[in-house]
């Protein structure tokens, strides 16, 4: 391999396939396969068919590495819309990976040429690699129309031994912690660094102390005993169904559990009563009659109305009170629940966008429930992946989470999984148990480790009812906050800049001539 930082290690005719394979293995450690080792495997290839490429190139390679990728890790979005959808995202997507591709091209270049000691390969370039992929997540996570921050790389290890890490500086930090693995490796190996073996104490170190350090423990504060209901009903979006019929079935699946003694909170998931109880009365009566014969309130979710603009909506109902609190989804799905510049997209495909007749606004409600004396952390569906909302829900006082979710529409394909993996992850970095309820599964019940300690199979009626952990206390990571991925974002933008820089002035230096 090359020595001097700088050439290709492999020519392009050769890279595009590997960078195609690569993101097939990439896929392959996430879940539904969940073998979480590839997704170090996958990030090994894409950085090594980026090393030593001009920037359309590593353009070029980036984006079929992330088409390779997207294309499978996504499909489930194909199952009833078919291909524009999928193509669509995938595509977008992966000219987010390219504009990475280009940033790590740029810094395995710029960094040999500003400084090209032994040292500085070895423990600056793998950092700034590590940070410049996740400048490329975070981008993505964040636009358009509020991002699709699906398919991070901490999200392939939810059940390895580096998920812990996430109680300490989150999903962006866990991320930046593969890479810089991955990429430390690699330097390595180019520098023939068995010929003197401290050449590998910083990967060494990073990876002992990457493993060994245990998730932050919060502190248990009581138990609190929750029936959750998966009523498997006609949820999906293009299921055959009359008003009614995803509510009785919720009703149905929810028989069994109402002579269970001690129970404190009955949940559903999302889109569980296809009735809005607050408009009537009816469907109140129902869960009044609930809320009694629990002797506890009920976490529901239904499409609510206020001036003229829906939300897709959970409501906190007591027995003879109603609807007491409420938490409207923070992030509504785009091109799912609503249709951003509509005016655009309807000239593109109106026969797709016609599909979406209302559209969801987002809620501005704190994230939490008062249940008596627990505090509850609230998310629904697509909003477990943003990190700022299940943060804001930790420092509201968020005893326990609670995750409302409907993946009726995705049934029979990864989505499901992939979504259980991040709510694994969150209870893991928020140090708090999670309940992860879906209309049709598979619903689980998540301890502040990560374990599951109850759940329910896919596809079929059920309730389960679990004493489920209480914990105070906040990780560093929601202590943080922000400050991890910012910290990581600005500084590796700035050291790429600071090493073009350096180079520039570098290769402009004239050279000194023999004495005449």
């Given amino acids: 391999m090359e020595r001097s930082g700088t050439g290709p290690l492999l020519p392009l005719w050769a890279a595009v396939p590997a960078a195609i394979v690569g993101g097939l293995v990439y896929d392959l450690g996430f879940p539904g396969v969940g073998f979480w080792p590839l997704a170090f495997a996958g990030i090994a290839i894409a950085l090594v068919t980026l090393i030593g490429r001009t920037s359309w190139a590593a353009f070029f390679v980036g984006f079929a590495f992330g088409l390779a990728f997207y294309l ?8 009833y819309l078919g291909p524009v959808p999928w193509l669509a995202l995938s595509i977008l997507e992966s000219l987010f990976v390219a504009g990475g591709a280009v940033l790590i091209a740029l810094a395995y270049r710029w960094v040999p040429q500003a400084n090209g000691s032994r040292w500085v390969r070895l423990v600056v370039l793998p950092l700034l690699v590590a940070g410049l992929w996740c400048v490329r997540e975070a981008a993505m996570g964040s636009m358009p129309y509020g991002g699709f921050p699906w398919g991070r790389a901490a999200l392939s290890q939810a059940e390895s031994p580096f998920a812990p890490l996430v109680s300490w500086v989150g999903s962006t930090g866990l991320g930046f912690i593969m890479v810089a693995l991955v990429a430390g490796i690699i330097e390595w190996i180019r520098l023939r660094g068995w010929r003197d073996l401290r050449t590998g104490i910083p990967v060494a170190a990073l990876l002992v102390v990457a493993l060994l350090t245990p998730a932050w423990q919060t502190t248990p504060a009581g138990s609190l005993r929750v029936a959750s209901v998966q009523g498997n009903g006609p949820a999906g979006y293009f ?27 009955l949940l559903w998931p999302e889109g569980g009563s296809d009735i809005d109880p607050t408009r009537d009365e009816t469907a109140a009566r129902l869960f009044d009659s609930l809320s009694t014969q629990l002797d506890a309130p009920v976490i529901l979710n239904t499409v609510t109305t206020r001036d003229d603009l829906y939300y897709n909506t959970s409501l906190l109902w007591r027995a003879g009170e109603g609807a007491v609190d409420r938490f409207s989804k923070r992030n509504p799905v785009p091109f799912g629940e609503y249709i951003p510049d509509r005016w655009f997209y309807d000239a593109l495909a109106p026969d797709l966008t016609g599909l979406i007749q209302r559209g969801y606004t987002p809620g501005a409600e704190p994230p939490v429930f008062d249940l008596g004396g627990t505090m ?30 409907n993946n009726a529409d995705f049934r029979g394909t990864d989505e499901n999984e992939q979504q259980l993996a991040i709510a694994r992850l969150r209870a893991i970095e928020t140090g708090r148990s999670v309940v992860n309820i879906s209309t049709v599964g598979t619903s689980q019940v998540i301890d502040p480790s990560g374990r599951t300690i109850d759940s329910l199979p896919a596809y079929e009626a059920g309730a ?13 990571s929601v202590v943080l906050g922000g400050f991890v991925p910012g910290l990581i974002v600005l500084g590796s933008l700035g050291g790429l800049i600071a090493a073009g820089v350096l180079a520039r002035k570098k290769k402009a230096r004239p050279v000194d001539g023999p004495e005449a």
Avoid: K
């Avoid at 909003?383 to 995750?403: H, S, T």
């Fill in 376 to 405: 509850t952390g609230l998310a629904i569906c697509f909003d477990v992946i943003y990190d700022g909302l299940i943060w804001e829900g930790a420092r509201d006082g968020a005893q326990v989470y609670m995750f409302q979710t």
């Fill in 72 to 79: 499978q890790h996504v499909s489930w979005t194909s199952l």
């Fill in 464 to 476: 389960m009812v679990t004493d489920v952990e209480l914990r105070d206390g906040l990780t560093p």
């Fill in 239 to 265: 299921d055959r169904r009359t008003q009614g019929d995803i509510l009785n079935s919720q009703l149905d699946a929810t028989e069994p559990v109402l002579d269970e003694p001690g129970i404190d909170v």
